[in-house]
């Protein structure tokens, strides 16, 4: 019987923390993003604005958080690959060159294999305006896409409850 309430315990736990992020906070919007040629797709806790980028003759439309004074910066871009084992092999060098377009000296990067596909990550710190300012970058490779997140906040507040949720997100669509 006391293994029984436990099982209900941790059933009930399980499904108040599925509907919030990390610290409990409920995120209580939730905006869908997919991109033409990509197979995964992102969710945001904030209104999005959406810019169109080019870069050697590709096309590019890159998805950012709206600001609102209180949530952190949330960026989205995915591109379409020709080679994915190519991209794989020049992995790393391309995450070094993420974090230091985000303006961040020796960042600390990470590569892992995922259910969804090769996924690297490049975190750091800068100053700006007075405040040590965290950045975090997410990207993972596919069969023909590659997703690229980046999220920026006061260092202090790092990761708050909507950065936390939408970088565990990304999904196959």
């Known amino acids: 019987m006391k293994n029984l309430g436990l099982l209900f315990f941790t059933g009930c736990l399980f499904f108040t923390i599925s509907g919030t ?3 409990g906070s409920p995120i209580a919007y939730s905006e ?15 209104k999005t604005q959406k810019k169109t980028a080019f ?12 600001y609102d004074g209180e949530s952190p ?19 790393r060098s391309i995450l070094e060159n993420q974090a230091r377009n985000a303006g961040l000296q020796n960042p ?6 995922g259910k969804l596909g090769v996924i690297g990550t490049y975190a750091g ?18 069969y023909t ?15 708050s409850d909507k ?11």
């Open 145 to 159: 896409s590659i997703i690229s997140l980046l999220v920026s906040e006061e260092a202090s507040k790092f990761p």
């Open 125 to 142: 710190v800068r100053k700006a305006g007075g405040f040590d300012i965290k950045f975090f970058g997410k990207l993972v490779i596919g």
């Open 32 to 46: 869908p993003t997919t991109f033409s040629n990509c197979e995964f797709r992102v969710f945001f806790p904030t």
């Open 108 to 113: 600390e990067i990470k590569i892992e294999k």
């Open 73 to 91: 910066f949330m960026r989205a871009e995915c591109l379409p690959l020709s080679n994915p084992g190519e991209t794989i092999a020049a992995f």
């Open 163 to 173: 950065v936390v949720y939408f970088l565990n997100t990304v999904e196959k669509k």
């Open 21 to 23: 992020a990390v610290s």
């Open 55 to 66: 870069a050697n003759d590709i096309e590019s439309l890159i998805v950012q958080s709206v």
